[in-house]
T-cell receptor, first 112, second 110 residues
């Protein structure tokens, strides 16, 4: 079974630019999540999709972040415009209903 | 406020020296408590889910236990390949959002 795939693995962008992260979950997993870890802090929840619907987006920091999940398959997370404090590792995960998550390897975003 | 605190922050063991990692949690209602292992440059890898106080789960040299306020991850006769960061996380009732602790970095020396 293929795991959760994220790309790019690394991205370095300038402040004010736009970056789009992509996540391909495990096939058949309706639940898809975005989390991030900034500067040595805990992994923090961003949002949760069930199929193509946003179930909980309470963790999204502000309206510069936009997540979509087209047709209930892959998901994208766009940051526009990026700020320095957006730097960190962005993780995507997917799950069956009550299981633990399967995480991707993450995208390390550096805003300079 | 829902919260997860892990201790110690770092733990250094000799190969074969058993020990335990602690996870204290505060949550209004617990839907599940999770343990993950994370290696450098990778995403967390799921280990266990515990649902109710008194429950125990085992996998190779790892054993997770749960009480109403904390969970322990016991490592028996660890090997160098057990070196990693171990993350505890709780999922409150009413949703799928999971709250992670800061982790315990485990170093096992041969």
């Amino acid at each position: 079974e293929a795991g959760v795939t994220q790309f790019p693995s690394h991205s370095v962008i300038e402040k004010g630019q736009t970056v789009t992260l992509r996540c391909d979950p495990i096939s058949g997993h309706d639940n898809l999540y975005w989390y991030r870890r900034v500067m040595g802090k805990e992994i923090k929840f961003l949002l949760h999709f069930v199929k193509e619907s946003k179930q909980d987006e309470s963790g999204m920091p502000n309206n510069r972040f936009l997540a979509e999940r087209t047709g209930g398959t892959y998901s994208t997370l766009k940051v526009q415009p990026a700020e320095l404090e957006d730097s960190g590792v962005y993780f995507c995960a997917s799950s069956q209903e009550y299981d633990g998550y399967t995480f991707g390897s993450g995208t390390r975003l550096t805003v300079v | 406020e829902d919260q997860v605190t892990q201790s110690p922050e770092a733990l250094r063991l000799q190969e074969g020296e058993s020990s335990s990692l602690n996870c204290s949690y505060t949550v209004s209602g617990l839907r599940g408590l999770f343990w993950y292992r994370q290696d450098p440059g990778k995403g967390p890898e799921f280990l266990f889910t515990l649902y109710s106080a008194g429950e125990e789960k085992e996998k190779e040299r790892l054993k997770a236990t749960l009480t109403k306020k904390e969970s322990f991850l016991h490592i028996t006769a660890p090997k160098p390949e057990d070196s990693a960061t171990y993350l505890c996380a709780v999922r409150p009732t009413g949703g799928f959002k999971t709250i992670f602790g800061a982790g315990t970095r485990l170093f096992v020396k041969a």
